[in-house]
């Protein structure tokens, strides 16, 4: 057998290993634009990624952070329940407590079964006031925050080094595992290669 197949494997695990290594290159790098032989250079993602940013401000807006969401979440019942002991607190301190110190007139001729009645009429007209309230609130926000545009900008400003750092650091177990896997496929072509090369001869 001619020295020359032993090559064969090697260069083809390199090969392959080197395939991988420029793939997870030119996917950040180079970070700013260059010229090369006349030809601009840029990194996938620093390239991409104004474009990128708004896609995923789209995507957030329209299925994570919807207006019809926000809206539901905001204007549930069980938000208002959730909170109508603080309410009721308050109220019975206005009636018992505020309302006598603001308006002693008034106070004098409110017992218990006013207060209670008042507390019920009060607690009433909020649950069919809270849902509408908390509606025109949603909307309002959602127009005031400008979701997509705010997760675009701050997608579009976040520096492409500091990402490609935490991506090598988050995944370097993964990264590395990816390169074994490419030179042991490479080996394997390389040898399957060699033996028809060897028994064409």
């Given amino acids: 057998m001619a020295w020359w197949l032993f090559l064969v494997p090697v260069s083809c695990a390199f090969c392959s290993w080197l395939v991988i290594k420029l793939m997870l290159t030119i996917l950040f790098h180079p970070h700013n634009p260059r010229t090369i032989f006349g030809f601009r250079v840029q990194g996938i993602l620093p ?3 104004s474009t990128i940013a708004a896609e ?3 995507l957030v807006a329209e299925h994570f952070f919807s207006m019809k969401l926000i809206e ?3 204007t549930d019942p069980a938000n208002l329940q959730a909170i109508m002991p603080a309410i009721e607190e308050h109220i019975d301190d206005f009636l018992r407590n505020k309302l006598k110190k603001e308006m002693p007139f008034i106070g004098m001729f409110v017992g218990d079964k006013t207060i209670n009645s008042l507390k019920r009429v009060f607690i009433t007209e909020l649950e069919t006031l809270f849902p ?3 509606s025109n609130y949603a909307t309002n926000l959602v127009n005031e925050l ?3 545009q705010l997760v675009a900008q701050k997608i579009a400003a976040v520096s492409i080094p500091e990402i490609d750092t935490a991506f090598r650091k988050r995944f370097s177990n993964e990264l590395l595992l990816a390169q074994l896997a490419s030179l042991l496929i490479g080996t394997f072509i390389g040898l399957v290669v060699m033996l028809i090369i ?3 001869k």
Avoid: N, P
Wanted: proline letters at 0%; glycine letters at 6%.
């Fill in 47 to 49: 390239a991409k990624q």
């Fill in 56 to 58: 995923v401000g789209k």
């Fill in 72 to 74: 539901e979440k905001i």
């Fill in 132 to 134: 509408k309230i908390m």
């Fill in 146 to 148: 400008k979701l997509e």
């Fill in 198 to 200: 060897f028994l064409i």
